[in-house]
């Protein structure tokens, strides 16, 4: 019913025209109305005709997207035209060269071009969210403050502080690189010095210019032994008498100290004979818990007196208030006491000020004896082999040759241990690498022995 009223108010209007000669002003006006009731959804869709209005509407879209508009506010120059009839031919044209002919031709659009060219004169709907400015309110109240500011001559603070800065005194040029071939540039020395950088440590560390400042604990050796030690001179191929029985005197100190650990070990293993089972000792453990003895029933009637004594509980009396009181003033005359008795040593310390002094100088030397001895062992301690792994390290044998194995020429002379052996140890000795040990090899399938016929036939 509403759709079918507004189809008449807009079709009634004098400057609405309608296109489409299809609808017929006589269907606008319906015979008998049929009774239905509309009171319910269901029947809102099924009885309504909004048929006119749509057609209304599409004939408004037509007009839009053909014309740019209505018809009706459109004005009488745009829709009509005089029209004279055809122009008199005062003169027959030249005509036209085949040059311009095609040239002609050839400006015009092609057809799959026209064909996709937009043909509606409706403007596209407008980006409401392209011309929004995030906080657009506050940022126009600033303007409008600013501006108010600025009519009464007063200047905001920011801009004081930009006045207020210094300028930057920008002096130092672009350093110019010279070209290879210019004879007159200066000598790069290569094991020079290197040059310092003079620009910003910030810039050169973003912009990947600048190396990574080495830590100064990779710079500290592990050890301060050197890499090769020296050989004592008691090791020469002919050494002097003295040096040559120093040398054997640490050799020998060496293995009479592995002797006392080995005989340590075996006495620790022995077997003490007082442990060793007799005849007596076998008796004793087989009879033991078979006999009984006798202190057994002795022990039984002393258990149940001890029984009977445990059994009462003794039980305090409450104490009285007087005996509350009388402890009350005890612990305060106590307290007064040992607090008199701080106080009169606290004087009597004013009468102690040189054997004060005197053990405080003594302190002060025993902490300065031992932070030498401190800082003294940590500097013998560089020069000890770390514990870097599960084993320890353990020093190589000494070569030394004894006396009657001394050679008097260097091609008489035996060689003695191995040069890589001794390489290994330094570097274990030095804290490069932790102590090792030869791997064990575990053969998992025991070895068999197989007599061949040939051997057999040999044997």
Same mark, same amino acid.
């Given at each position: 019913?509403?759709?079918?009223?507004?189809?008449? &108010?807009?079709?009634?209007?004098?400057? /609405?025209?309608?296109?489409?000669?299809?609808?017929?002003?006589?269907?606008?006006?319906?015979?008998?109305?049929?009774? &239905?009731?509309?009171?319910?959804?269901?029947?809102?869709?099924?009885?309504?005709?909004?048929?006119?209005?749509?057609?209304?509407?599409?004939?408004?879209?037509?007009?839009?997207?053909?014309?740019?508009?209505?018809?009706? =506010?459109?004005?009488?120059?745009?829709?009509?035209?005089?029209?004279?009839?055809?122009?008199?031919?005062?003169?027959?044209?030249?005509?036209?060269?085949?040059?311009?002919?095609?040239? $002609?031709?050839?400006?015009?659009?092609?057809?799959?071009?026209?064909?996709?060219?937009?043909?509606?004169? &409706?403007?596209?709907?407008?980006?409401?969210?392209? /011309?929004?400015?995030?906080?657009?309110?506050?940022?126009?109240?600033?303007?409008? +403050?600013?501006?108010?500011?600025?009519?009464? $001559?007063?200047?905001?603070?920011?801009?004081?502080?930009?006045?207020?800065?210094?300028?930057?005194?920008?002096?130092?040029?672009?350093? &110019?690189?010279?070209?290879?071939?210019?004879?007159?540039?200066?000598?790069?020395?290569?094991?020079?010095?290197?040059?310092?950088?003079?620009?910003?440590?910030?810039?050169?560390?973003?912009?990947?210019?600048?190396?990574?400042?080495?830590?100064?604990?990779?710079?500290?050796?592990?050890?301060?032994?050197?890499?090769?030690?020296?050989?004592?001179?008691? $090791?020469?191929?002919?050494?002097?008498?003295?040096?040559?029985?120093?040398?054997?005197?640490?050799?020998?100190?060496?293995?009479?100290?592995?002797?006392?650990?080995?005989?340590?070990?075996?006495?620790?293993?022995?077997?003490?004979?007082?442990?060793?089972?007799?005849?007596?000792?076998?008796?004793?453990?087989?009879? =033991?818990?078979?006999?009984?003895?006798?202190?057994?029933?002795?022990?039984?009637?002393?258990?149940?007196? $001890?029984?009977?004594?445990?059994?009462?509980?003794?039980?305090?009396?409450?104490?009285?208030?007087?005996?509350?009181?009388?402890?009350?003033?005890? +612990?305060?005359?106590?307290?007064?006491?040992?607090?008199?008795?701080?106080?009169?040593?606290?004087?009597?310390?004013?009468?102690?000020?040189?054997?004060?002094?005197?053990?405080?100088?003594?302190?002060?030397?025993?902490?300065?004896?031992?932070?030498?001895?401190?800082?003294?062992?940590?500097?013998?301690?560089?020069?000890?082999?770390?514990?870097?792994?599960?084993?320890? /390290?353990?020093?190589?044998?000494? =070569?030394?040759?004894?006396?009657?194995?001394?050679?008097?020429?260097?091609?008489?002379?035996?060689?003695?241990?191995?040069?890589?052996?001794?390489? /290994? +140890?330094?570097?274990?000795?030095?804290?490069?690498?932790?102590?090792?040990?030869?791997?064990?090899?575990?053969?998992?399938?025991?070895? +068999?022995?197989? =007599?061949?016929?040939?051997?057999?036939?040999?044997?």
């Amino acid at each position: 019913m509403a759709a079918r009223m507004l189809k008449r &108010v807009a079709s009634s209007q004098q400057g /609405f025209l309608n296109l489409k000669s299809t609808s017929d002003s006589a269907n606008l006006i319906s015979g008998r109305r049929k009774r &239905v009731n509309k009171n319910k959804k269901k029947n809102w869709h099924k009885h309504s005709d909004v048929h006119d209005v749509e057609e209304f509407l599409q004939d408004v879209r037509h007009q839009e997207r053909t014309t740019g508009g209505l018809l009706s =506010e459109k004005p009488d120059d745009s829709l009509f035209f005089l029209d004279l009839g055809q122009p008199k031919k005062a003169e027959q044209k030249a005509a036209p060269l085949e040059g311009k002919r095609r040239k $002609g031709r050839a400006s015009r659009p092609l057809r799959i071009d026209l064909i996709l060219q937009h043909d509606s004169l &409706v403007p596209p709907p407008k980006d409401v969210l392209a /011309f929004q400015q995030p906080n657009a309110k506050k940022l126009r109240r600033i303007a409008q +403050k600013a501006e108010q500011l600025a009519a009464k $001559g007063v200047v905001p603070r920011r801009q004081k502080q930009l006045l207020n800065r210094r300028p930057v005194e920008r002096t130092a040029k672009k350093a &110019v690189t010279e070209a290879n071939n210019n004879p007159d540039r200066d000598y790069y020395d290569m094991w020079g010095q290197e040059t310092t950088n003079t620009a910003d440590p910030w810039y050169l560390q973003q912009t990947g210019k600048s190396r990574v400042k080495r830590p100064e604990k990779l710079n500290v050796k592990p050890s301060v032994l050197p890499a090769v030690e020296v050989i004592a001179p008691g $090791g020469s191929y002919n050494p002097d008498f003295f040096s040559h029985q120093s040398l054997l005197q640490e050799a020998h100190e060496v293995e009479v100290k592995k002797k006392k650990e080995e005989d340590k070990i075996q006495r620790q293993l022995a077997v003490n004979r007082e442990d060793t089972a007799t005849e007596e000792t076998v008796l004793r453990e087989q009879v =033991e818990g078979l006999v009984e003895e006798e202190n057994e029933e002795a022990a039984a009637p002393n258990d149940e007196e $001890g029984d009977v004594t445990v059994g009462g509980i003794t039980r305090s009396d409450k104490k009285t208030e007087r005996q509350r009181k009388r402890e009350r003033a005890e +612990k305060i005359k106590e307290q007064r006491r040992l607090a008199g008795r701080r106080h009169i040593d606290q004087r009597q310390q004013l009468f102690q000020l040189r054997s004060i002094k005197a053990s405080i100088k003594q302190q002060d030397q025993k902490t300065k004896a031992k932070r030498k001895q401190r800082k003294a062992n940590q500097e013998a301690q560089k020069a000890q082999p770390r514990r870097l792994g599960k084993l320890k /390290f353990q020093s190589q044998d000494l =070569e030394v040759k004894l006396s009657d194995e001394l050679a008097g020429s260097l091609r008489q002379l035996k060689p003695e241990g191995s040069v890589l052996k001794d390489r /290994f +140890k330094s570097l274990q000795k030095r804290n490069l690498i932790e102590p090792r040990e030869r791997a064990k090899f575990k053969r998992r399938l025991k070895v +068999k022995y197989q =007599e061949k016929r040939a051997f057999r036939e040999i044997t």
